[in-house]
């Protein structure tokens, strides 16, 4: 389904309106998003293959897993090893499900991640892809310190987030590029001006140096951006 649907004047929600053209949604309004996937797929894969040396119970946790696409990217190539999305949005969880009806090893469970999470087992890696922007900022740095006590040592966080530029002039430099981008795949000034109003106040960025600083401050050592288009970042930190 195509991104049509934020009407005049609402605020985002993750409904069943979002759900079903949320693929269109992210490869439309974000640039370099194919590449940023892959990316965070092969980083997937190599912890996995090295850890599956260790003979251990494997687990990877999408954290905000919306319709299930990271997870889907990889988990039919490990069927040994167990996935977890937690999700908060019934519409979304609704999608997940469908999608991995036919998969044993992936299980979709409702969690709000203001709350803490606990799993049966420490997880090898844990993905949180454009979600915690959607979380109150006073929560953010509790949910990266639950991500960091679930992981095992020298487990992989994969994190992934909008970001607001080092100066204001900047940011305006990037946004105004990134609206351009979006004029360009297909969505018009006004559905992008809805949009932008739409996700006041929802989605809220902080600076990349922000966002390193509360995963340094979770425990993490080694923490490295892996991608970086415009306003949209990836970093990869390991316990």
């Known amino acids: 389904m195509k991104d049509s649907n934020t009407k005049h004047g609402s605020k985002f929600?993750?409904?069943?309106?979002?759900?079903?053209?949320?693929?269109?949604?992210?490869?439309?309004s974000i640039p370099s998003y194919q590449l940023m996937r892959e990316l965070t797929t092969m980083f997937i894969q190599s912890q996995l293959n090295e850890c599956e040396e260790l003979l251990q119970n494997l687990l990877v946790?999408?954290?905000g897993t919306s319709t299930g696409e990271v997870i889907h990217s990889v988990a039919d190539q490990y069927e040994t090893v167990d996935f977890i999305g937690l999700e908060n949005?019934?519409?979304?969880?609704?999608?997940?499900?469908?999608?991995?009806k036919e998969f044993k090893n992936v299980k979709i469970k409702?969690?709000?991640?203001?709350?803490?999470?606990?799993?049966?087992?420490k997880a090898d890696v844990i993905i949180s892809s454009l979600t915690i922007q959607f979380t109150p900022i006073e929560y953010r740095l509790q949910i990266l310190q639950n991500i960091y006590d679930n992981l095992e040592d020298g487990g992989m966080f994969i994190f992934i987030e909008k970001v607001i530029g080092s100066s204001a002039?900047?940011?305006?430099?990037?946004?105004?590029?990134?609206?351009?981008?979006?004029?360009?795949n297909g969505y018009s000034q006004e559905e992008i001006n809805r949009k932008k109003f739409a996700?006041?106040?929802?989605?809220?960025p902080v600076t990349a140096k922000w966002n390193e600083e509360m995963l340094m401050m979770s425990?993490?050592?080694?923490?490295?951006?892996?991608?970086?288009?415009?306003?949209?970042?990836?970093?990869?930190?390991?316990?």
């Open 219 to 239: 425990g993490f050592k080694d923490v490295d951006c892996f991608w970086r288009c415009l306003n949209f970042c990836g970093w990869v930190a390991k316990k």
């Open 169 to 184: 002039k900047l940011d305006q430099e990037f946004i105004d590029i990134y609206y351009d981008i979006k004029l360009q």
């Open 13 to 28: 929600t993750f409904n069943e309106n979002v759900a079903g053209c949320f693929s269109d949604m992210l490869e439309r």
């Open 199 to 204: 996700l006041e106040g929802v989605l809220v």
């Open 61 to 63: 946790i999408d954290v």
């Open 110 to 121: 409702k969690h709000d991640l203001r709350n803490k999470f606990s799993v049966p087992y």
């Open 89 to 100: 949005s019934d519409s979304m969880i609704k999608e997940s499900r469908e999608r991995f």
